[in-house]
């Protein structure tokens, strides 16, 4: 970036929103990935009207933008991997308004996730988007990743409570999509289009997220199988019952062992558990946990417990919580995949993941959202062995496509960001992504916004 | 890209800070516990951030200039990140021991060093300070740094004048307990002993009735300013005679009314002097007051409210207290014990904003975690608040309207 760019950056920035300071470049590098690329500048976003005038003046002396929120994103999305303005939009942190009659929230992008859950909870409403990230990351993130999280197989994703967006395109133009309304069909579907678009269409700066009334009560089982196919059983029992569970998570054998060896929480051994949250009024809990334990037991579970509180409750849910930091039990690196696959699948796309650690010599603990297809699959190797570290790369290849020969798609939640770049071409339909590369270019012709994520380059398509 | 690479250094503190920046993972989770990061969404005032800086220094990608220095300094040393990282990273004493890194490489401002490198180690001279009047906010001369900035703070008019005689300069020696009362030590920290000497002596009364208590002349400072300073030697004197002193003392504990200072003795004093088994063996006898009565039935029977105070009382826990050492109802239980109404008061468990030196170096930083407080306390009710902590009794007495009482829980039984 030369002066003259830099100069025109700072004056549209706001000298107190500006930083070259290389402590800020150094701590902007990052994110929730373990690599760095320090950005040429920071911008401390302000307000669309100075967010319009940063991209202008981007635009004006072609330097990349790159927005970011908590930086908790596990492929990327935030690196300023071509340098140029990292621009932190964590400071726009307020509510707008929580309206009631509405049933909407209205919110700046750096809200973080937990605080707006919080929010709507005191006025009696409900924002089910709960990805494990939630007590940090922010809305902002979320509706750029299109997050998931542990309630998606009833509540779906991010995407399923953005009614309009604000936004700011990469010539410093101001965009409106959608509104307070919970039915529109007016137009094509913009805001649709950029949730999940990371950060690489548009700058957004305000939120319209649609809330539903809080569940009245919560009930949470769980079940240990001495196999997987019992396992893979009891879920599909659970899925053709009827019953809608807010979340059926899955560990595998490997995760279990390593919760234990890491939070000591007295879990039976076995080679899979599967925890079950339900909610609703509190007759209907009550009815259909014991419908939910009848199933886990039916397809073989030993032991198969109901929490007779909240307590309780959080008990049960404390191996699930713990496997974030555990899996290290089993090797001080990983590659964290989160492919999803049809439910049918779910049993043989583990199978297959266990094999391929067999046969890379690595251990490959996965665990996830059974209830919706979303397998998290890590790969753990030591970094300080190379050849770990090139068998781990060459695992994660064929684990790709082993989930793409299932039907699967490479990541359920966590985007394309940088890290899965190099995969994607595979996935994508090619006349797809030639529209894809289509829109990039009506919403950003110079390639300024956040470039090198999302759509993989032309030279690695197959 | 850059990839990650142990740098080349020889100052141990800079090491110990590196290797605490090399085992966090970047997942972002402290954002969530860190008071300073919740008041101001920076990325450089969360741990992640602070210690990526330190990694920056360890690497020799960054200066240990004033910038940093600073940047550093926001940080209340609460312990949230290093109690709630997934990653079991030593957040905080990374962040510790990278101030002390960058005292060692940079040295520090002099006025700082002034009072803490000279004055705290040494009793006398603060004496001579404290009868001077140069502490909280009578007239102080210009060059004085820290007591300059103490001064220039907001609701220093609200913090309690300076006493006339500190405690330790009228303390008897000994106070004989019951016939064959096993000996205990009191610690009585700065804050007791130059402006709330009454403390001091209602917690030797109360400890009195179930122990001979011990009250060794010569103490000073805990070292907690001069850890926070990153002034590690000062600290390390400190700790030597501390340890001296109170083995000489032959007894079964060490009690302070102060959860800094308790968390002080316990915790850091031990890593100061290297893990040395006598200290270690000391640390683990140290306690804040209200466990020595909580644990006591025979003192928790005794316990009476005083008379001329009517209402109920709303607990702030002080972070060293109870994220440190893990100490949280026992201040309730006494309260309770003595037939005081405990009110409920929303985040009563959340930081003040007012460790170590914070609120002296970031007054609006400090100011704006406070706030929130102030109002929870407003909303309870509670007609007094009471909270086991000099400096977090401080923060809140520059923080409350004066007619509120700010208490440690002491201060509310009948002695
Ligand atoms: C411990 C842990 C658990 C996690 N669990 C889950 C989970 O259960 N489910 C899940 O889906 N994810 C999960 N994640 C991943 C991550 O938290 C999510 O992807 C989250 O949505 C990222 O939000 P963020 O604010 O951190 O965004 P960042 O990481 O800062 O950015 C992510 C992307 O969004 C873009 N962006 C950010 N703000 C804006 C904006 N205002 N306008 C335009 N683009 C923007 C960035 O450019 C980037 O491409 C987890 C991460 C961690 C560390
Ligand atoms: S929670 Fe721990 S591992 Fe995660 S960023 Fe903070 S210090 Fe690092
Ligand atoms: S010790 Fe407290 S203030 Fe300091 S970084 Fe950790 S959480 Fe934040």
Redesign the interface.
Known sequence: MNSAALQALRQAAGPDYFSQ????R?????????????PEAVV?ARGPEQISRVMAACGKYHVPVVPRG???GLTGGALP?AGGVLL?M??L?RIKAIRKRDQVAVAEP?V?T?ELQAAAEAQGLFYPPDPA?A???TLGGNVAENAGGMRAVKYGVTRDYVLGLRAVLPDGRLLKTGGANIKSVVGYDLTRLLVGSEGTLAVIYEIILRLLPLPEDRATINAFYADLDKAARAVEGLLASGIRPVACEFMDGYCLKAVESYAKLGLPPAAAMILVDLDGPPEVVRRQSGQVETILQQAGGEPVRVAGDRAEAEGLWRARRAM??AV?QHGPGKLNEDVAVPLGSLAEMVRRAHLVGEKRGLVIPVFGHAGDGNLHINVMHDPAYPEQVSQAHQAVSDLFAHCLSLGGTLSGEHGVGTTKLGFVGAEMDPVGLELMRGIKKVFDPAGILNPHKKLPPPEVLP | MTQDGPGQNHCPALRQAAEAARACAQCGACMAVCPVYRVGRREDSVARGKLRLLRGLDEGSLKADRQLRQTLGRCLLCGRCTANCPNLTPAREGLQAGRAALAQISGVPFAKRLLLAEALPRPSRLNAAAAAGYWAGKALPDDSGLLHRLSGLEGVERLPPLAEHPFLSQAPAEVAGPLGAPRVAFFVGCVANYMRPDLARKAVALLARRFTVVIPQGQGCCGLPAIAAGLGGPARSLAKRHLALMGAARVDLIVTACGSCAHTLAKELPELLGQAEAASRWGLRVREISQVLAEEDSLLAGLSPRPDFDGAVAVHDPCHLKIGLGVSEEPRRVLRAAGLDLADMAGQDQCCGGGGLFSINEPRLSDAIFAPRAQAFLQSGAQALATSCSGCALQWRRGLPAHLPVVHPLELLDV
Request: hydrophobic share 30%; net charge negative; glycine share 22%.
């Open positions: 300071d290389a402590g800020d150094l701590i902007y590098a990052g994110d929730g990935t373990c690599f760095r690329y320090p401390r908590a930086g908790s991997v932190d964590a400071g942190n750096g973080v937990g990230s007590a940090f990351c974030g930091p290290y």
